[in-house]
Structure formats: structure tokens, C-alpha cells
T-cell receptor, first 112, second 114 residues
Framework: GENVEQHPSTLSVQEGDSAVIKCTYS??????FPWYKQELGKRPQLIID?????GEKKDQRIAVTLNKTAKHFSLHITETQPEDSAVYFC???????????FGSGTRLLVRP | EADIYQTPRYLVIGTGKKITLECSQT?????MYWYQQDPGMELHLIHY???????EKGDLSSESTVSRIRTEHFPLTLESARPSHTSQYLC?????????????FGPGTRLLVL
């Protein structure tokens, strides 16, 4: 069945450095790719999303890139801050449906 | 304030009990979802609904059932709770069209079955 693979599972960076999280998906019909941030004990919150007709999207320190040919997309966080520490999940739509398939998550730790 | 509400937030219950997890949204969204998530792990879709009287099973097999009698309400029921049901259950909702398909999550219910 369709799946989304996410790497790395844990990532530790120094404050001010960049962090990159990568995901690959298997369903060539997927057309919507959101990223969620989940802080400890909190609900997942959308931080950025991208559609299949766009290759890159940026929002302040956060950017997402999409390579449809290779079926992978990445989250880039620049100038990381301690408050960026959380678990980040990528997701891909199941085909063109409204259902999402989530990756296994990346635990990001930003060291002060 | 428009939001998604889940009750109870925490539930400890014995094996064999029937439980209902409540989810309500004041977002005016058509679509609603239930996910199961072990702490810090990936989210698995167990049920979804695209509107009133519409319910479908998700990708993860679940012994729970759902109903959607009102747009804003999407309760999940376990007829006979078991320790294997111990997990966090997250409810989510989204708009009805492609331009606004972001899923918004509720705060979750942490269930412990003894």
C-alpha cells in the first residue's frame, strides 16, 4: 500500500544552524504535502504545506521543496531556535483524496 | 473561538468497558477524521467522514465505530475496551474544498485501558 518514509528519526542541531528533514512517498497520484509540528503533549499544528504544481514554498525561516519526479519532499528550517524543538511529521495525500498518510516523525532538538 | 474540542482529555478504564470519545468542532468543516497515535509516533487514520451520515474506515484496522449525525459532532465508540486500545486518539477536521484542505487537530484523548 501507499506509504511515506521520513528521515532522520532524530536530529540534533546547534542553535542558529539549519535543519533538514526528508520524506519520500510511494503514491504517484499524491498532490498535497503538509508538514506538522507537534510539541510535547500538544496537538499537531500545520507549519507549511505544498501542492504538486509547486516546486518550492517559503514562509520566513521555513521552506519546503518538492521533487515530483523523484517523489520526495523536504522541510528546511534556517536559523534554528530552541523553540523549534519538537517532533515534525510530513504527510502526503492518499492519491487525490482528502486522506493523509503520515511519516513516522522526526524529533528535532535545538541545543542552545 | 472556532476550534476542535475533545473530551475527555484523559481516561483510565477497565477492560471490557464501553467508552465513547467525544469530538466537536466549531470550524464549520465538512470533513472529520480520527487518528490513533502512540506518544511521539506516527499518526494512523482509523475513521473519516466527508459529511453527515457518511463514515468510512481508515487505513489502520480498528475495533472502534463512529457516527456523524450532526456536522459538528463525530464521536468514536469502543464497545469493549482492551489494553491494546491504550493510545492517544486525535480528532481532526478540514474544509470541503481543495483550496482549504488543511487538517486541524483537536487536543487529543489519552486512553489507558487496564
Amino acid at each position: 500500500g501507499e506509504n511515506v518514509e521520513q528521515h532522520p528519526s532524530t536530529l540534533s542541531v546547534q542553535e542558529g544552524d539549519s535543519a533538514v528533514i526528508k520524506c519520500t512517498y510511494s503514491d504517484s497520484a499524491s498532490n498535497y504535502f503538509p508538514w506538522y509540528k507537534q510539541e510535547l503533549g500538544k496537538r499537531p499544528q500545520l507549519i507549511i504545506d505544498i501542492r504538486s504544481n509547486v516546486g518550492e514554498k517559503k514562509d520566513q525561516r521555513i521552506a519546503v521543496t518538492l521533487n515530483k519526479t523523484a517523489k520526495h519532499f523536504s522541510l528546511h528550517i534556517t536559523e534554528t531556535q530552541p523553540e523549534d524543538s519538537a517532533v515534525y511529521f510530513c504527510a502526503a495525500s492518499k492519491g487525490s483524496s482528502y486522506k493523509l498518510i503520515f511519516g513516522s516523525g522526526t524529533r528535532l532538538l535545538v541545543r542552545p | 473561538e472556532a476550534d476542535i474540542y475533545q473530551t475527555p482529555r484523559y481516561l483510565v478504564i477497565g477492560t471490557g468497558k464501553k467508552i465513547t470519545l467525544e469530538c466537536s468542532q466549531t470550524m464549520g468543516h465538512d470533513k472529520m477524521y480520527w487518528y490513533q497515535q502512540d506518544p511521539g509516533m506516527e499518526l494512523h487514520l482509523i475513521h473519516y467522514s466527508y459529511g453527515v451520515n457518511s463514515t468510512e474506515k481508515g487505513d489502520l484496522s480498528s475495533e472502534s465505530t463512529v457516527s456523524r449525525i450532526r456536522t459538528e459532532h463525530f464521536p468514536l465508540t469502543l464497545e469493549s475496551a482492551r489494553p491494546s486500545h491504550t493510545s492517544q486518539y486525535l480528532c481532526a477536521s478540514s474544509e470541503g474544498d481543495r483550496a482549504q484542505e488543511t487538517q486541524y487537530f483537536g487536543p487529543g484523548t489519552r486512553l489507558l485501558v487496564l
